[in-house]
């Protein structure tokens, strides 16, 4: 990651409390760390929380020195909680932003504002999990709760989230099932919780179980997932929300739909980043995002007027064009703003035929299209959650020539500036009852280079209802309309659209359980494009700061890590692999003595002809260790596409000491609900 200025002197001198205790009401203690002003007992502060599931003692331990410290030494008293069942927290954690999560955070909130070091007022904080529970909780309305910054989250959990997209399941979601299925299952520090860590784990073990089965059990848009929706009652959000994404990030849409929505005080934010704090994320420019949060919390926490809220509505970077390459350090553009934001924007109409992408209605009937794609189709595409660390950008989209249905406008003659969603709606019929479609919007330059601007999938059983779907009438045209992730890009004059359709779309999507044959009337079809238009609002914004943080931790590197993203065809089969390996190799951490080590290891197969030969395979090892004691988890985790059902595996194995102490297997055929 990008590494910000350090900071090492504040106008307040800070202490830091490793661990206490926060007592829950039904005696489960959870673990907290603080940093405040050492005055804040006799001088009460406000205070910010960060309540995550990710191990305080290890997990975020070095992005939290560069956060919470630094708002400690602003005059803030900045609180990181291990959730139930989590890093040293006690009891279980049986799944994601379930009640009882929000129930411990309201009892976090209530605890902290009865401190003697706490002013009364609190604001939540985080990205990811953090964000989600930061918009979860503001919607209980707990009383000293007054701002959130939440970042890389939704508002809803099932249009939005790692699950799902256009109805269609992400394979992300077996990803982020592993992943999160090993988190819940790594052990407490013997050194905070003493003799009873080993009862705690095993706890764990025993307990807080396979979420993945949960999440293939609910597939379409059921009480399971409005739960945690803060759009089933945007009303029900009165503290002041700043919402804060990134164009390489999959959680951007979010934002939109908050600011046109939320009736409380709110802000945005969009950077070029993937799924990292601003102050060092890639790609950049990295922005002064700590000096940016204490604007808001001055404003929101203290009553200090710092004109936050005289401020344009949503800030976006607006990114130039650049060459297809899956790795950006850094994204060139400009600032922009706007003060307000509707869903309901129509866009630019453009028109289809079979030779031609045009901004005008074509002269002659533009006839039929029929798409079937090879499975294979979307092998360009980006990872859904991308973190800007390695190689997991979309690549040069010519390399779908072949799998997908393409058409080009001409060359642009002045420049066009896009900003918010592209929409393709046009009406088709399908020879299947479950089908999918893709489409793809790509900037071609004068050298013929294809750059990704923003994709969308839609899930042709979904058409109407995320929360009721119904098949395809087989052969009967009807209307669609898919919604492309929000973009905000230049596409310079002399160069070309392009519009890329298809009837798959792996690795992003699992497929469709039989292949389906599209069959579109191009005289309906047409791409809705949000242009935009400069604004005299855009050369009023103040720059941001330098990024900068506090003294961060030390940690000394015992080997060398390892990461890659691999695409392979196997000639023989015709077999296409996606492998993604993370090794972060053996990390020592100076100030808890703890060797950590996380080895991911992943890859998804499918055969361009067969729907149901689409796999995926998941492995995680966690390893912590200090002298004279090593604690393992390992996980593996498995989905297989049938006809009829989702065929899922997953196993656990802890290990102490080298010993295997814990092993459980999980299997389970999960019927296939119109996906």
């Not at 999990?129 to 209980?140: I, T």
């Not at 600011?259 to 945005?268: E, S, V």
């Not at 750059?451 to 999938?457: A, D, E, F, K």
């Not at 080997?559 to 296409?576: A, F, K, V």
Request: charged share 20%; proline share 7%.
């Amino acid at each position: 990651m990008a590494q910000p200025r350090i900071r090492t002197e504040f106008p307040h001198e800070i202490k830091e409390i490793e661990n206490i205790w926060i007592p829950m009401p039904d005696g489960t203690r959870l673990a907290a760390r603080i940093w405040l002003p050492v005055d804040a007992e006799t001088n009460p502060v406000p205070a910010i929380l960060e309540y995550l599931p990710y191990r305080k003692r290890d997990g975020t331990v070095e992005r939290d020195h560069l956060t919470h410290p630094y708002f400690a030494g602003y005059g803030y008293a900045s609180v990181r909680v291990d959730m139930r069942g989590t890093g040293d927290s006690e009891g279980v954690c049986l799944g994601e932003y379930l009640r009882q999560e929000q129930d411990d955070a309201l009892a976090v909130i209530e605890w902290i504002t009865a401190q003697p070091w706490c002013a009364g007022t609190v604001g939540m904080m985080g990205i990811s999990w953090g964000g989600f529970n930061g918009l979860q909780v503001a919607a209980r309305r707990p009383e000293g709760l007054k701002a959130v910054i939440t970042l890389c989250s939704t508002d809803d959990r099932y249009a939005d989230d790692i699950h799902f997209m256009g109805g269609a399941i992400l394979t992300d979601k077996l990803s982020w099932g592993a992943t999160a299925f090993t988190i819940a299952m790594t052990p407490p520090d013997p050194a905070i919780v003493d003799e009873s860590w080993r009862k705690m784990w095993l706890e764990r073990l025993e307990n807080n179980g396979c979420w993945l089965m949960d999440w293939f059990r609910h597939q379409r848009r059921d009480a399971f997932w409005q739960h945690g929706s803060v759009c089933e009652d945007y009303s029900a959000i009165t503290a002041a929300v700043y919402a804060i994404g990134g164009w390489a990030d999959g959680y951007t849409n979010p934002v939109f739909r908050m600011m046109d929505n939320l009736n409380c005080p709110k802000k945005a934010l969009i950077g070029p980043w993937a799924h990292k704090y601003p102050h060092f994320a890639n790609p950049g420019p990295q922005i002064g995002f700590l000096q940016e949060a204490l604007r808001w919390w001055d404003q929101h926490l203290k009553g200090i007027d710092t004109g936050i809220m005289d401020e344009p509505m949503i800030r976006a970077w607006l990114q130039d064009a650049h060459a297809p390459t899956p790795r950006h350090p850094e994204r060139q553009g400009r600032w922009i703003a706007e003060d307000d934001w509707s869903m309901s924007n129509a866009g630019t109409a453009w028109h289809l035929t079979k030779e031609a992408l045009l901004d005008s209605v074509p002269t002659q009937s533009a006839g039929r299209l029929t798409i079937k794609s090879p499975h294979t189709a979307g092998r360009t595409a980006p990872n859904w959650f991308q973190f800007g660390l390695g190689a997991d950008g979309p690549t040069d989209q010519n390399g779908e020539a072949g799998l997908v249905w393409s058409v080009d406008s001409s060359p642009l003659s002045e420049q066009l500036d896009l900003f918010g969603f592209p929409r393709f709606t046009c009406t088709l019929a399908c020879d299947r009852p479950i089908g999918q479609i893709g489409a793809v919007l790509s900037s071609v330059a004068p050298n013929g280079q294809a750059t990704m601007i923003s994709y969308g999938v839609l899930n042709l059983t979904h058409r109407i209802s995320h929360s009721d779907p119904s098949p395809m009438p087989v052969g009967t045209d009807v209307t669609v309309e898919v919604q492309l992730n929000a973009c905000g890009q230049v596409v310079p004059a002399g160069h070309r659209l392009r519009l890329a359709l298809s009837s798959a779309y792996w690795p992003i999507i699992w497929p469709s359980p039989e292949s389906a044959t599209l069959d579109i009337d191009l005289s309906s079809a047409r791409l809705f494009l949000p242009t935009r238009r400069a604004s005299q609002r855009d050369s009023t914004l103040a720059p941001f700061h330098e990024a900068e943080g506090a003294a961060p931790l030390r940690a000394e590197a015992l080997t060398e890590g390892n990461w890659y993203r691999r695409l392979i065809s196997d000639i023989g089969t015709g077999t296409e692999t996606l492998h993604r390996f993370n090794d972060t190799g053996e990390v020592r951490h100076a100030h808890t003595g703890l060797t950590i080590r996380y080895i991911q290891d992943e890859t998804f197969n499918i055969h361009p002809d067969d729907p149901n030969s689409a796999f995926g395979n998941c492995k995680w090892r966690k390893s912590y260790a200090r002298e004279g004691w090593k604690a393992e988890v390992e996980t593996e985790c498995s989905v297989r596409a049938q006809p009829e059902f989702w065929d899922i595996h997953a196993t656990l194995i802890a290990r102490e000491n080298g010993t295997e102490i814990f092993r459980r297997d999980y299997e389970e055929a999960i019927p296939r609900d119109l996906v």
